[in-house]
């Protein structure tokens, strides 16, 4: 059986592994997150966190801010039901 924290970890991202992924720092992820520029974490036990696959396709979309991220995502979603988050 698979160890779940090495499955969450390549499924979930710190600020600091995001700021790793972006190349910048885990507080400009900190300051992006407040100002509404990439996509929204989830909290999980207290913890916050970033879905990997969510920045890969906000990157593959041309990062744009939060506000409209959410509303290319949903159009993913919608013309692909199996993607999801």
Not at 52 to 77: K, Q
């Amino acid at each position: 059986m698979a160890d779940p924290k090495v499955t969450t970890a390549r499924l979930l991202l710190s600020a600091s592994e995001l700021g790793e992924l972006l190349g910048v720092n885990k507080s400009t992820i900190w300051t992006w997150h407040s100002g509404g520029k990439i996509p929204a974490p989830v909290r999980i036990g207290g913890v916050t966190r970033w879905r990997r696959a969510e920045i890969e396709r906000w990157l593959e979309a041309g990062a744009p801010p939060r506000e409209r991220w959410e509303i290319i995502r949903d159009e993913i979603r919608a013309t692909k039901p199996d993607v999801r988050k």
